[in-house]
């Protein structure tokens, strides 16, 4: 295994296929992943210089400040928080951080909590709670940091009325299937949960809350919903069910929930955070994963195109799009001329018909490019979860190649039967072309790199 690679199974992907645009692409995406890991840039935030406490522009004399807390959630939450314990150390009074399973690690000061994702269980409820429990706690004068990022939808929950957790993991798993973006799963979960929309900071009044983030840039959703006000409505959500046609099939306490929300304002998420004391910081960004990837791309001699960094849309038909473009740049060098490295980011996800076999967007996304390809030139496509894990899988995408479509038909694999069935898991490993990687410490949605063209450079 090549040293210091976030790829567990790295020698597996560059064993076969174009194998020097298999290392190129996945050397790109990597540098991606590893620029948004927010441990250093946390560290560039906070400082101590004797008594007084530097965030950003904001400073505390630390003599007046009564009690310092730490609350986190999210599967890019840790590198923040270890940064938080590292620089704190014992000033921090109390600390509670909310991790997916099979993060092992721990911190000195604050306490780490591994939950449910990506559906919320007791777990989430039990997580939750000890958040609000430490946030009742901060009075005038406190301070309350806050490392939230992507995956608190599922990871905590606290359910609303006659709201049950089984409900909300009914509900959740329902949103994931019916091919809704992440603005409208979120406008649904929003007003089933007493923590998201803005009540990290409301709850943690009349302390200072200060939130850091990783920004992942969605249009029209504010994030970290955890603690940014909410601009959807009861409305919105009732609107999502019916549009998907899920209003018949989520519980009744869901329904009763929303209907009667939606009959009583006063019951609305939080619409503003005007007059509370909070302030938010970006510790990493699909923008930064993008413009780092690109920079790679350069020193290996592939000159680097970002067609955007907030590319959704159904995976498959992503996948399509992009062998297009690719089919388009082989035959014609147009737009671009090759060598080069096409990078984008973005949330792609997939409407599932039936009961799905395992798999996950990123994979989907690699199988619509491969079904689609029309070169065996030298080239090769990577599509991967920033965070680790695509889907309800432990891997964490996929990479396929202009040899991908003929060793499919060697091995019996139909991509009809994988699009039908959603068996995108399976097929990768056999194929030998399952990106594995465990927990990265960072969640910026999803990175993707196609490389086209032969170059010789060697990889680093």
């Known amino acids: 295994m090549r040293e210091n690679t976030i790829y567990d199974n790295y020698e597996e992907l560059i064993s076969h296929g174009s194998v020097i645009e298999r290392k190129v692409a996945l050397a790109i995406a990597e540098a991606g992943i590893k620029s948004v890991i927010p441990y250093d840039r ?16 904001l400073q505390f004399d630390l003599e007046k400040v009564p009690h310092i807390y730490v609350v986190g959630v999210g599967k890019g939450s840790f590198p923040i928080a270890q940064a938080l314990d590292e620089i704190l150390g014992s000033r921090i009074e109390q600390g509670f951080l909310v991790v997916k399973a099979g993060e092992k690690r721990l911190l000195n000061h604050i306490e780490v909590f591994e939950s449910s994702h990506p559906f ?25 940091f806050a490392c939230v990022t992507g995956g608190s939808s599922a990871l905590v929950n606290i359910p609303v009325g006659d ?76 609107e999502v069910l019916q549009s998907f046609s899920l209003w018949d099939k989520v519980p009744e306490s869901v329904k009763e929930r929303l209907l009667d929300g939606q009959a009583h304002p006063e019951k609305e998420t939080l619409k503003t955070l005007d007059g509370m004391k909070q302030v938010i ?43 297009g473009i690719v089919n388009e740049i082989v035959a014609h060098n147009r737009p671009f001329k090759a060598p080069c490295a096409l990078i984008s980011g973005g949330e792609t996800t997939i409407t599932i018909l039936g009961k799905p076999e395992k798999g996950g967007p990123n994979q989907e996304t690699v199988f619509g ?78 990175l993707r790199v196609i490389v086209i063209g032969k170059n010789e450079k060697e990889t680093t």
């Open 120 to 144: 919320p269980d007791e777990r989430s409820v039990v997580g939750a709670m000890a958040i609000k429990e430490i946030l009742d706690k901060a009075g005038e004068g406190d301070i309350v």
């Open 369 to 446: 490019f491969a079904a689609k390809l029309r070169t065996t030139e030298q080239m090769a496509f990577v599509c991967i979860d920033t965070d680790g894990t695509d889907g309800p899988t432990d891997i964490a995408g996929g990479i396929v190649d202009g040899k991908t479509k003929a060793v499919m038909k060697q091995k019996g694999l139909q991509l009809t039967e994988i699009f039908k069935k959603h068996g995108t898991s399976a097929a990768l490993t056999e194929l030998g072309d399952a990106i594995y990687t465990g927990n990265t410490g960072t969640n910026v949605m999803n």
């Open 281 to 323: 910081f970006s510790v990493g960004n699909q923008k930064i994963a993008c413009e780092v990837a690109a920079q790679k791309a350069k020193e290996l001699g592939y000159e680097p195109h970002i067609l955007s960094s907030c590319i959704d849309g159904e995976a498959k038909d992503v996948g399509i799009v992009f062998a």
């Open 163 to 238: 709201v049950s957790i089984d409900d909300m993991q009914i509900t959740n798993k329902l949103l994931l299937q019916c091919g809704a973006d992440i603005v409208q799963m979120n406008a649904v979960r929003k007003h089933l949960c007493n923590l998201k929309g803005g009540r990290i900071v409301q709850y943690g009044q009349p302390a200072t809350v200060i939130t850091f983030t990783l920004d992942t840039n969605t249009p029209g959703m504010p994030w970290p919903d955890l603690c940014l006000p909410d601009p959807s409505t009861f409305t919105d959500a009732i």
């Open 42 to 57: 946390t560290y560039e935030y906070v400082s101590i210089e004797k008594e007084t406490l530097k965030v950003g522009s």
